[in-house]
């Protein structure tokens, strides 16, 4: 039987959510395009509703939330926040905490986690290179044992929170190559602090989201305890994949959220602006276009939470991970080319309005465009799709 329902506790959860980021979050959120960061008493609001790392388990301050209750919760962000700030600010830490709640040593969950879902510390994640993106064994940085301490070096690039966590406190869960000859077996992941010697920050000038940073970090010769790594020696490469895919439903939801929102904002427009003596909202050829774009992001916000009802399955032992891995990337591929699409065309509706820097909707449009690259680019998900369809035979490379 299908039921496209949400259970009771769920929509009290959307509720609360949806009344405090309409409150908190929509008022402000155009702001964040100049003060480029997310003010402190959105944080805080958010830690004091359990909304930072909400996949947590409650033993280190999160809601211990499966991914489709964190899902509802992307989507309402994402609807209250055309920026994408507060959106990304959620996802990473909701993703990374997961796997950091799985699979972090008991130790390095109580020093970190309660500082996370408490909003003073950042969680990122940070496995992208200048050299190495997609091809995640194409990693240069490394990591080596030294009696009871590891020692990194490298360098990481087109990271979110940076900044976020070298000034607040935090880091990122990192991987590394510690086995060269290995190759998806010689990977390590690892918690790395930012605020610590021999780490450089360096900073980016995204096109959008600005109201969290993105950028990279050198590391020299840096010493971490060996109680900061995430699972085990050598299963960096596996583990990672994990969070990705928990990263790539989430947001399949933010993108249709932001899209849908924008078509809203955008029938409004229809409707008040008039042309040829017509609201423009009675031409048949914006009408078709906006109920073209409403059916695709109905099926993607649909197909989004199917993924993550799959990813969640798999923890209860009904679905496998190739499963998971087919249905999270059917969800990304197109998530981020309908939504821009569809912020698009609203930015079309409104004429030359539409091409300023006071039009919601282009902030959106270069906040949502990020997606078709960040946590895995949307032909990387035609990949892992095409690889579940024909077997790992066939795959063009290993
Ligand atoms: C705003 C933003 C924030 C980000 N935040 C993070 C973060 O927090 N942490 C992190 O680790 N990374 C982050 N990234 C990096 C992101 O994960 C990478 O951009 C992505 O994995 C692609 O890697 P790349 O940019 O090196 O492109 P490359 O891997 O060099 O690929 C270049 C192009 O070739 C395509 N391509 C590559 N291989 C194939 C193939 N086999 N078949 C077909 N096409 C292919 C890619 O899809 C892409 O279009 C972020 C990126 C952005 C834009």
């Known amino acids: 039987m299908l039921d ?16 405090f980021a309409q409150r908190k979050i929509a008022p402000i959120a155009m702001e964040m395009e100049k003060t480029k960061q997310i003010p402190e008493d959105v944080i805080q609001g958010m830690a004091e509703l359990g909304l930072i790392a909400p996949t947590v388990s409650t033993k280190y301050g999160g809601q211990g939330f499966d991914a489709v209750t964190a899902g509802i919760i992307a989507e309402e962000l994402s609807r209250a926040d055309p920026t994408g700030s507060i959106p990304v600010f959620y996802l990473v830490q909701a993703s990374w905490g997961h796997v950091f709640n799985k699979y ?15 909003g003073k510390w950042f969680l990122g994640i940070a496995t992208t290179e200048s050299d190495a993106g997609s091809d995640v064994l ?3 940085t490394t990591i080596r044992k030294e009696g009871d301490h590891y020692i990194v070096n490298g360098e990481k690039m087109y990271i979110s929170g940076v900044r976020e966590a070298y000034t607040r406190g935090g880091g990122h869960i990192t991987i590394a190559k510690q086995f060269p000859d290995r ?13 610590q ?44 994949h994990e969070g990705y895919e928990y990263a790539r439903g989430l947001i399949a939801v933010i993108c249709a959220a932001a899209g849908l929102k924008s078509l809203e904002r955008g029938e409004k427009y229809l409707k008040e602006r008039k042309a040829f003596g017509l609201p423009l909202a009675k031409f048949e050829a914006l009408q078709f276009r906006l109920a073209e774009h409403y059916t695709k992001l ?14 969640d399955r798999e923890g209860q032992k009904k679905a496998t991970r190739f499963e ?5 990337a059917m969800a990304k591929m197109f998530a981020s080319e309908w939504s821009t699409q569809a912020i698009d065309e609203v930015m079309q509706w409104q004429g030359a309005f539409g091409y300023t820097r006071e039009c919601t909707d282009q902030a959106a449009w270069r906040a949502i465009r990020s997606f078709a690259w960040a946590e895995g680019s949307k032909e ?13 035979e066939y795959t063009a490379y290993k």
Not at 183 to 195: E, I, S, V
Not at 206 to 230: A, Q, W
């Open 4 to 19: 496209f329902t949400f259970t009771e506790e769920q929509e009290m959860i959307r509720e609360s959510v949806r009344d």
């Open 104 to 118: 972090g040593t008991e130790e390095a969950k109580q020093e970190i986690l309660p500082n996370v879902t408490k």
């Open 138 to 140: 194409g990693t240069r």
């Open 183 to 195: 190759g998806a077996k010689g990977m390590t992941m690892f918690y790395l602090p930012l605020q």
């Open 197 to 240: 010697k021999g780490i450089i920050p360096t900073y980016v000038d995204d096109l959008g989201r600005e109201g969290i940073s993105t950028g990279g970090f050198t590391i020299d010769n840096v010493s971490i305890p060996k109680h900061y790594l995430v699972g085990e020696e050598g299963k960096g490469f596996y583990i990672v």
């Open 298 to 311: 109905s099926f993607l916000r649909l197909g989004s939470y199917w993924a993550l009802w799959t990813y």
């Open 324 to 328: 998971v891995s087919k249905a999270i």
């Open 380 to 392: 990387i998900m035609r990949v892992i799709v095409a690889r579940e369809l024909l077997g790992k």
